[in-house]
């Protein structure tokens, strides 16, 4: 949420900034300003909307129900890490444990989808057990 908040703030500032810009008169200059401003506005934009994207689809993880196999919210423990598969948000830690957050459109997401405990795949050429699921 501090993300969004964060977000929604450069907007508001950004759209001040071209209030404000709208007012000079310096020519080329002055359509350069306004140029980088609405580039940057709209990459905030585009981050923004990612950001309520998986906000929405993380809320509608339900943490109470019992994995049985690699799916939208499960936990996965394997050889190689820890895996959360909800929102691309990167790396967390949890109890001395890094938990890599990833969405179900990240690559190694692919190949560990439907798996289930004791399952192997071949991921970048290493040998990857799946040790639980949660």
């Not at 943490?63 to 423990?77: D, Y």
């Not at 938990?99 to 071949?122: R, V």
Request: net charge negative; proline share 1%; charged share 25%.
């Amino acid at each position: 949420m501090d993300q969004v908040n964060a977000i929604e703030e450069e907007l508001f500032n950004l759209k001040q900034d071209l209030a404000d810009d709208s007012k000079s008169t310096a020519g080329d200059k002055h359509e350069t300003s306004r140029a980088m401003l609405h580039l940057e506005q709209e990459k905030l934009g585009k981050r923004y909307q990612q950001l309520k994207n998986d906000l929405s689809f993380v809320s509608q993880i339900d943490p109470h129900i019992q994995n049985q196999k690699v799916q939208k919210g499960a936990l996965v423990k394997t050889s190689l890490g820890i895996f959360y598969f909800s929102a691309g948000i990167g790396t967390i830690t949890s109890q001395n444990q890094e938990i890599y957050c990833l969405s179900m459109h990240a690559p190694i997401a692919n190949f560990l989808i439907n798996k289930q405990i004791n399952d192997e795949i071949i991921w970048q050429g290493k040998k990857v057990n799946i040790e639980a699921i949660y």
